[in-house]
């Protein structure tokens, strides 16, 4: 991406020097301005106010080629603020207190069956930040990530907003949100199996099956706000009796489906998907077989109206049944994915399934600040004076 040589786009472009550093740190001054066509002088101004806040650190000296000077390197200083992560499913709700890069400091799961209001999640936020000893100021925003139980996508969507602007007020910090599968498509870009990537899929096998389509390394919103609803793609023209509708994917493949199919099986409640192993328990093997030619179907459509780089699989089941469901997927149905030279292979199962989502979620505040278009997730309420670092990279 170039950058703006203007003095009213300063903030465009202090976000796209700090993109470079987050995402090719450790990188020189001068590879970014070849990077970016920014002016030196900009490029050392725009340098000069990220280390002001301590956000990017000089990390060392790289040697250049022939007579020219050394070049100080500069990366991404993750201790430079704190990041939260807050995740609510019908059945889990899940809190967690992160470093920039998305490494962990605390962490808490609920399995309990209670009304997550936003006195309950605040209270819950400020009982970890002191037990951590993190002071406030050092906070720099929250992520979000709400599925209901009931409703469309345009009902969790609307509520999800809903609860981030009352999350802003009740913590006084701004909150960013969006669905699982995007933002672990923001940690991909960011520090993870896509961070040289500039379009790809991600898709997140939750209660429901969500999507982020991410093209030339910006994940689509959609009209409102609203995309990624995998789920709801009809694969089987047979009718369910109960709705008179045609299957969806979410019917076959979704951990609803999961939980559902077991429990008939087992005839007692599932306590976690998460221990599931298909080698040992014949419910699950069979359940996994009812799911792969759906997500077979699904996954070649959007190879065929797409043609990303590559899809990134990932999701709530366990480490052995997302293993098995890959290995299942394949032979994948042939589609122009496999035309021309490709460079990445057509699927990628999401490395460190199992932290992935929480992780994900808390790199939504950084994600946030590299874009314009991305700024468009975080909500900050006017009534509270922003630290020196909200107010440089959230202008």
């Known amino acids: 991406m170039k950058g703006l040589n203007a003095k009213q786009n ?3 472009n202090l976000r796209l020097v700090l993109s470079q550093v987050v995402t090719l740190g450790p990188i020189s001054r001068a590879e970014i301005a070849r ?9 050392t101004n725009m340098v000069e106010d990220l280390l002001s806040v301590n956000l990017i650190e000089e990390v060392g000296i790289k040697r250049a080629e022939g007579a020219g000077k050394p070049s100080k390197m500069l990366c991404l200083n993750k201790r430079a603020c704190h990041t939260l992560a807050v995740r609510i499913s019908p059945d889990m709700f899940e809190l967690g207190l992160y470093f920039l890069n998305g490494e962990c400091l605390a962490k808490r799961t609920s399995h309990k069956q209670i009304a997550w209001s936003s006195d309950n999640i605040a209270n819950e936020v400020q009982q970890l930040v002191r037990e951590s000893n993190i002071e406030h100021p050092s906070i720099l925003a929250m992520g979000l990530s709400l599925q209901t139980e009931q409703g469309d996508t345009l009902f969790q969507h609307q509520a999800g ?41 991600y898709v997140h096998l939750g209660n429901k099956i969500e999507a982020a389509v991410v093209h030339d390394r910006q994940i689509m919103l959609g009209q409102n706000g609203l995309t990624g ?10 009718i369910n009796q109960s709705t008179g ?17 077991i429990e008939k099986h087992d005839k007692q409640p599932l306590t976690s998907v998460k221990h599931l192993d298909p080698i040992k328990h014949s ?52 589609s122009i994915a496999q035309q021309g030279n490709r460079d990445i292979v057509r699927l990628i199962k999401a490395p460190n399934n ?10 939504l505040p950084l994600h946030a600040a590299l874009n314009d278009k991305n700024m468009q997730t975080l909500y900050t309420s006017p009534t509270y004076l922003q630290s020196k670092v909200q107010q440089l990279i959230y202008a």
């Open 161 to 201: 907003k809903k609860l981030q602007k009352e999350l802003s007020q009740k913590l006084v910090m701004p909150v960013a949100i969006e669905t699982t599968a995007s933002a672990c498509a923001a940690y991909q870009m960011l520090f993870g199996e896509a961070k040289t990537l500039h379009n790809f899929i």
């Open 245 to 261: 509708e045609l299957g969806t994917l979410n019917d076959f493949a979704s951990l609803v489906s999961l939980r559902h199919y």
């Open 283 to 334: 419910a699950c093997q069979n359940w996994l077989a009812q799911a792969t030619e759906p997500l077979r179907i699904a996954i070649h459509t959007l190879e065929s109206i797409l043609n990303t780089q590559t899809i990134i699989l990932g999701g709530d089941l366990g480490e052995p049944c997302l293993d098995y469901l890959i290995s299942q997927l394949r032979p994948f149905i042939p």
């Open 354 to 363: 199992n932290e992935v989502s929480m992780v994900g979620i808390s790199t």
């Open 10 to 12: 300063k903030a465009a």
């Open 229 to 238: 609803a995998l789920g709801d793609i009809f694969v089987t023209p047979e």
């Open 35 to 43: 990077n970016t066509q920014l002016t030196k002088q900009t490029i």
